[in-house]
């Protein structure tokens, strides 16, 4: 933190009405065994009360909040010669994570001991866990009720966060994980020994500091940065299958591949297979013979990371699956979408997963703002491939990219569905849609307005679009909009 985070950060504890079960002020006192319980307590009740991280501040009054100074210096004071803060973390059981601030507020020293919550166990201190009940420090397990509930906080805890292996060597860690490909990600230069690489890996909360020097590797290490996805049996039914098939049915299998790298480590190459495995149409410019993709690769590109980031974790011995048809390409993720399909281009993304997809925005894998279903639209709109399909059945979500097909041989569903499509991605982009419009985008010459027309009052009479002026009688320069706007 800068100094002026630290002194905001102080101004918002300070501005507490009491102490609180995730705030402990003090002045002067610095007694070790204190600190340890209240790091324990203060870590537990954070976790108990769903906030990341708890203080204790030395050098507010702990009436009434006045900014008085303190005289401790964590960094210089010592248990029986060896240093408070390694003494600290040699007693706390799984390690804690706390963070030591020093710094000075209009001439007078504050500290702040910034503690994240506990993950998946209570903290203890000395073999026993304690908690905050108001502003008072107990041990935990003369309060069953609170007790109880803290394990079912922790059972909660996200997927992502949860140890994937534990107490692992630091040696394990770069053994287990693809460092090099995190680093090369986020245009960062290699640290030069393996602290400089643990540091960043536990800051990006891939691998967290454990007993012993020990580390436990996240679920989102695992997920992102595996070198083996074998190595971790929480996420090793996760891996990415691809299927080709022979035709347009599941009879016969030509050829299946199953990921064994991290997410992270292994999309590019994973996109770079898809598109190998993909058909190709061959056309002639300035007479030149040119290969061309059949569907586009950003299209693929955005429905493979959305199947990756908006699966449901919680569903056991299943992930995605990519399967290549003659005819089409079908992706599947496990777990129901949040949005209702219908809405897939307009709403904003909501993920199960907000660990994962943070983390794959900031890799550029996929969209930050939402658009993503709006490229594959577009996209799909510009190679004039049919209208993608988005089901949901149970348990899973499917997007479907069809091949090349003439008008001629779509049914109503098709049709209805490109029309629903186009209004949407047009209007989304401050454009509604016309007769005129809708024949571009499906390639019906302009003596055939008509079908332009039944197509769109298909569309119409199934709800999905709506006259933008339904006072107006000009069928020429109608103007249309989908159903929500």
């Not at 999309?267 to 190709?280: K, V």
Request: charge should be neutral.
């Amino acid at each position: 933190m800068t100094t002026a985070d630290l002194q905001a950060l102080l101004a918002e504890l300070t501005s507490l009405p009491n102490e609180t079960e995730w705030a402990e002020f003090k002045h002067n006192n610095a007694d070790p065994e204190e600190i340890g319980e209240y790091i324990s307590a203060l870590a537990n009740a954070s976790a108990l009360h769903g906030r990341e991280c708890a203080y204790i501040v030395w050098g507010v009054e702990d009436s009434g909040h006045a900014i008085v100074g303190t005289s401790f210096k964590p960094r210089h004071a010592k248990v029986g010669g060896e240093e408070l803060e390694n003494w600290l973390v040699r007693l706390l059981h799984p390690r804690a994570e706390f963070i030591i601030h020093e710094f000075d507020s209009d001439g007078r020293s504050i500290v702040i001991f910034e503690i994240r919550r506990c993950l998946h166990t209570p903290i203890r201190f000395r073999e026993t866990e304690y908690i905050r009940v108001g502003s008072y420090k107990k041990k935990l397990r003369d309060f069953p009720e609170k007790e109880r509930f803290l394990w079912a906080q922790l059972s909660a805890v996200p997927f992502e966060r949860r140890p994937a292996a534990t107490s692992v060597t630091s040696d394990d860690v770069v053994r287990l994980l693809d460092y090099p490909a995190y680093f090369e990600l986020m245009h960062q230069n290699l640290p030069a020994d393996k602290a400089g690489i643990l540091e960043r890996l536990a800051k990006e909360k891939l691998v967290v500091a454990a007993d012993n020097d020990r580390w436990d590797v996240t679920n989102l290490g695992a997920l992102l940065f595996a070198k083996h996805v074998e190595d971790f049996e929480s996420v090793s039914r996760k891996a990415v299958r691809v299927i080709n098939y022979k035709s347009n049915d599941r009879i016969d299998v030509v050829k299946e591949r199953v990921g064994t790298r991290g997410y992270a480590a292994a999309f590019q190459r994973l996109i770079s297979y898809l598109n190998d495995q993909l058909p190709r149409n061959e056309q002639i410019v300035s007479a030149l013979r040119k290969e061309v993709r059949v569907y586009p690769e950003i299209a693929i590109r955005e429905l493979v990371a959305n199947a990756l980031i908006h699966q449901d974790f919680s569903l056991k011995g299943d992930g995605p699956m990519i399967e290549i048809f003659s005819d089409r390409i079908e992706i599947t993720n496990p777990g129901r979408p949040l949005i209702d399909v219908l809405r897939f281009i307009d709403e904003p993304p909501q993920s199960r997963n907000e660990a994962f997809a943070s983390f794959m925005r900031r890799l550029n894998v996929c969209e930050e703002r939402g658009s993503g279903i709006d490229k594959v639209i577009f996209q799909v709109e510009f190679y004039q491939l049919p209208a993608p399909n988005f089901l949901v059945t149970e348990n899973h979500t499917k997007a479907i990219l069809f091949a090349p097909r003439k008008l001629s041989s779509m049914d109503r569903k098709d049709k209805i569905r490109a029309c629903y499509q186009h209004a949407a991605l047009l209007y989304v982009s401050n454009q509604m849609m016309t007769n005129a419009s809708l024949r571009k985008r499906l390639s019906i010459e302009e003596k055939n307005y008509a079908i332009a027309s039944r197509i769109i009052a298909d569309t119409i009479h199934e709800n999905l679009v709506k006259p933008y002026d339904p006072e107006s009688f000009s069928r020429k320069h109608a103007r249309y909009v989908p159903f929500w706007a």
